[in-house]
């Protein structure tokens, strides 16, 4: 089932515009819709300028409660009516929220949009509550501390997932998938605006990914093939600087126990490569994207904790940098940490023995 009203507009002159609005939203965030126009001539073509022009795209509402509204954006005293013109082949986004529509209520909202006069069909949106909410992940830098990370939404009903990406009280729709999954945040550096990507797992693949490019007009997940029987992903991926998904992946032996661990690098484009990053099995691994745009890694495992570094760009057959950080055998936990004074990172190691946890720097 398709999780997006793409809506034409029959009654416009060449070129339609496509207005795409996804049929399932969560109270209390404003819903969000794109208009699109496309030149598909060899010609130059001109098309209505939404985003200098909102108060052209009009919003006729009628909430879960069945109060009617129409909504738009105030006309200046003066319009220069400038259209825009598009190059054969070139496409021009339009993004939009709707008005009040972050204090409806749980239910079955319809939505009419009207582009300079041009009306589109109604559409039904079903407003669902947090409850619907079956997971929530955030990843981030351990040298960003402030402000929200994004936070990953995987929103079930009725045996699908939507995935959403939560930023503050805006939300944005990423893609349906037909059972109950729990997706994943990447650790990503918001200052390098690298596409973040998302991960889950699903019955019969256990990694697929999707790259949230806010210039792209489609989004489309991907399995990524893991050429070991029964490897599992067994850790928060990264984003690098590169735009390259990097997640820690472990191997089981053909007799079950694993006995490597992996960083599973797949890029942009989609070609995937791998890189060793331990001969054990790990207890925990925690991840980082450092000030450089590179994965890092640090592995708790039996005998104490190793720290793995991957420069950008992360796809090379170079082996990964790795360090011993720290040599015991009764570590329960890690944690990152930023000690006082530095911006380098820093694991907080958590022993039975110790009221305090042991502060390791980064060996680099």
């Not at 909430?63 to 006309?75: C, K, L």
């Not at 126990?257 to 331990?278: C, L, Q």
Request: with cysteine; hydrophobic share 40%.
């Amino acid at each position: 089932m398709m999780g997006v009203w793409l809506l034409a507009f029959t009654a416009w002159a060449s070129p339609m515009p496509t207005v795409t609005m996804h049929d399932q939203w969560l109270t209390g965030r404003p819903l969000t819709l794109s208009i699109r126009y496309h030149n598909a001539t060899d010609e130059p073509l001109a098309v209505p300028d939404l985003s200098n022009r909102p108060w052209l795209v009009k919003f006729d509402t009628i909430d879960p409660e069945g109060v009617r509204r129409t909504v738009h954006s105030t006309e200046p005293a003066s319009d220069a009516n400038r259209p825009l013109v598009l190059k054969s082949g070139e496409t021009r986004i339009s993004r939009f929220e709707i008005p009040t529509s972050q204090t409806w209520a749980p239910g079955v909202a319809t939505i009419r949009v009207v582009i300079a006069n041009n009306e589109a069909l109604n559409r039904p949106v079903r407003f669902l509550a947090d409850d619907a909410i079956a997971h929530r992940h955030s990843a981030r830098p351990v040298d960003h501390t402030v402000g929200p990370a994004p936070t990953v939404l995987s929103v079930q009903r009725n045996g699908i997932t939507d995935v959403f990406v939560e930023h503050g009280d805006r939300l944005q729709y990423m893609t349906r998938v037909s059972e109950p999954i729990n997706a994943s945040a990447t650790v990503v550096r918001s200052e390098r605006r690298s596409s973040q990507w998302i991960t889950w797992a699903t019955t019969d693949h256990p990694l697929w990914a999707l790259r949230n490019d806010p210039h792209s007009t489609e989004r489309e997940a991907r399995p990524v093939a893991l050429p070991w029987p029964s490897a599992r992903p067994c850790g928060t991926g990264a984003t690098v600087a590169s735009g390259a998904l990097t997640i820690p992946v472990c191997i089981p032996s053909p007799t079950g126990p694993i006995t490597k661990t992996v960083a599973a690098i797949v890029s942009p484009r989609g070609e995937a490569s791998f890189r060793t990053i331990g001969s054990f099995a790990p207890i925990q691994i925690l991840t980082n994207v450092d000030a450089s745009g590179g994965a890092e890694f640090v592995i708790l495992r039996t005998t104490g904790v190793d720290w793995a570094w991957l420069g950008d760009p992360t796809i090379t057959e170079r082996p990964a940098f790795i360090q011993r950080a720290w040599r015991g055998a009764n570590a329960t936990g890690i944690a990152f940490t930023t000690p006082a004074g530095s911006s380098s990172a820093a694991v907080a190691i958590e022993t039975p023995n110790a009221a305090l946890p042991v502060i390791v720097p980064s060996p680099r």
